[in-house]
């Protein structure tokens, strides 16, 4: 449900009127991280949450700078900063709406270019064309990469299997022999696929399958 507050929010404007000062608190950066919230570690590649960012344990050391500006009495500054804190929480409810829709407009278009290479795929086929091309992009067909599909579980034999069980540690010990028929077995097919390269051995239970996909070059 969206808001009045959201709406304004959205629209960059002030839920309050609120003084600057108080306001610079909302953009006030981390020296630390330029405001990333992520810093690499002294020495190491390694990556780890900036101690003087929101939450973190030098926090204050960021605010205290811009808290030190603010005038009014102590009942004055609760209210601006309790306000500043509803148009903080209104904006990042705003902006990971947004967040959200973008990322399924970005997903849909992904699904949509996989959908659209498949009718290019088949009509070069159809048309008995390996590659197209123009000035701006180039078409082609290329190979796939070997895979395989299980046709028939139950003949793909058990060390092409991993099974995995998801019980209290007491439920585990006293059924044991029973797990079998509870676990949730999953088939390994890229070990398939290996010995299929290596051996040229076509595993019980499945179809080799190599096709082709399209590429587009820009």
């Not at 796939?144 to 299980?150: A, F, M, N, Q, T």
């Not at 097919?189 to 096709?211: H, N, S, Y």
Request: with cysteine; glycine share 6%.
């Amino acid at each position: 449900m969206v808001t009045a507050l959201a709406l304004r929010a959205e629209h960059g404007l002030a839920l309050y009127d609120i003084p600057d000062e108080y306001m610079d608190l909302a953009d006030a950066e981390c020296p630390e991280c330029g405001g990333e919230g992520r810093i690499t570690e002294l020495g190491s590649l390694a990556e780890a949450d900036c101690p003087m960012c929101d939450g973190g344990r030098d926090a204050e050391r960021v605010l205290r700078p811009y808290i030190d500006r603010l005038q009014g009495e102590v009942r004055d500054q609760a209210l601006a900063l309790g306000k500043l804190t509803v148009q903080l929480e209104t904006e990042a409810a705003v902006l990971e709406a947004h967040e959200d829709l973008l990322a399924r407009r970005a997903e849909q278009r992904r699904r949509r270019v996989v959908a659209l290479k498949r009718f290019i795929l088949l009509t070069l086929e159809a048309g008995g064309l390996r590659n197209v091309k123009d000035p701006f992009v180039t078409v082609y067909r290329q190979a796939s990469s070997l895979g395989v599909d299980i046709i028939d579980e139950e003949r793909v034999p058990s060390r092409f299997k991993r099974a995995t069980v998801r019980l209290p540690l007491d439920e585990l010990r006293a059924n044991w022999p029973e797990l079998e028929a509870r676990a949730q077995v999953e088939v390994l097919k890229a070990e398939i696929v290996d010995e299929l390269k290596q051996d040229g051995v076509v595993t019980p239970g499945t179809q080799p399958r190599r096709g082709e996909h399209v590429r587009v070059r820009a």
